[in-house]
């Protein structure tokens, strides 16, 4: 098998819209070939022959974020409308938890501020992110009109 046109100035694309039938990611290739073509259960001789071919590789949509699972089929048709396809099974599991993005910070105040209570936020890969605040614990001090407050989050994605 050998590159054609001999001049080198045409040959194998792959890319976006490299294949000139679909207008997705593939790859097409011109080429001149003489040999044996074994193909179910028969043999072909061939010689100074050439041929092109055309493959869509963008032959499912996007993968939708964690997806439990996905099948995608791909057909490969050539110009005399010969076909194949097959067929790829992907599981997708979320095995990561939801990152917080934002935490209030901790600070003191006194007896005569209005307390501030911003809520924290996250992200998580897979789906929007949930934060609630748990039931705050107050914690008695040493002094009248002293303690802490404190707040704990909880995000789920």
């Known amino acids: 098998m050998s590159h054609m046109p001999a001049n080198y100035n045409m040959g194998f694309q792959v890319g976006y819209k490299a294949n000139s039938f679909t207008n997705t990611f593939g790859m097409s290739g011109w080429v001149f070939y003489s040999g044996q073509?074994?193909?179910?259960?028969?043999?072909?001789?061939?010689?100074?022959?050439?041929?092109?071919?055309?493959m869509?590789?963008?032959?499912?949509?996007?993968?939708?974020?964690?997806?439990?699972?996905?099948?995608?089929?791909?057909?490969?048709?050539?110009?005399?409308?010969?076909?194949?396809?097959?067929?790829?099974?992907?599981?997708?599991t979320d095995d990561v938890a939801p990152v917080f993005t934002y935490v209030p910070a901790?600070?003191?105040?006194?007896c005569e501020d209005v307390l501030?209570?911003?809520?924290?936020d996250a992200t998580d890969y897979c789906?929007?992110?949930?934060?609630?605040?748990l039931p705050r614990d107050t914690i008695d001090g040493e002094c009248v009109n002293r303690y802490e407050i404190h707040r704990t989050f909880k995000a789920v994605g």
């Open 116 to 120: 501030v209570y911003e809520i924290a």
């Open 106 to 110: 901790n600070y003191t105040a006194n």
């Open 37 to 54: 073509i074994h193909y179910n259960g028969q043999t072909y001789n061939r010689s100074n022959k050439q041929g092109d071919f055309n």
């Open 56 to 92: 869509n590789l963008g032959c499912a949509e996007q993968i939708p974020q964690c997806a439990d699972v996905l099948v995608r089929t791909c057909v490969a048709t050539d110009a005399c409308g010969n076909s194949s396809s097959k067929t790829q099974t992907i599981i997708i």
């Open 127 to 133: 789906s929007n992110a949930t934060v609630t605040e």
